[in-house]
């Protein structure tokens, strides 16, 4: 049964209450990183910082989980530009489906828990650390 299966991974409170990044990380499973096999995989280590977020925290984009279960392909050019802050993205867009919502509410995570992504409050050492960067490391 499917919960059997999933109760021995690192538990989650959303979605389907696993936690995929840290089942990968911890060695709980060990999927395939490509479809094919002269797919380049290219684990980025970079976190790109969303600044445009009104009165919530800032957004703080880790390409490492990302890239660990997908290639860049996935993702650019046809959702977001490469350099930085150059896509418009809002949060209409995402839970239209758009963006981060293309996974996240369908396949990944669920969109329940705003600050599993809003998780940077402004003036906090972690977006110090950004410095007017976008990118960090630089």
Known sequence: EPAEALSALPA????????????????????RSTLQASTQV???QTDVLLKNTGEMPMVRFPHR???AWLDCSNCHDQLFEQRAGATRINMLMILSGEKCGLCHGAVAFPLTDCLRCHSVPRGSPEALAFGKGLVWPP
Do not use: C, F, M, Y
């Open 12 to 31: 989650d409170t959303s979605g389907n209450q696993v936690r995929w990044v840290r089942a990968l990380d911890e060695g709980h499973i060990s999927p």
């Open 42 to 44: 290219n684990l980025r």
């Open 65 to 67: 989980p990302h890239t």
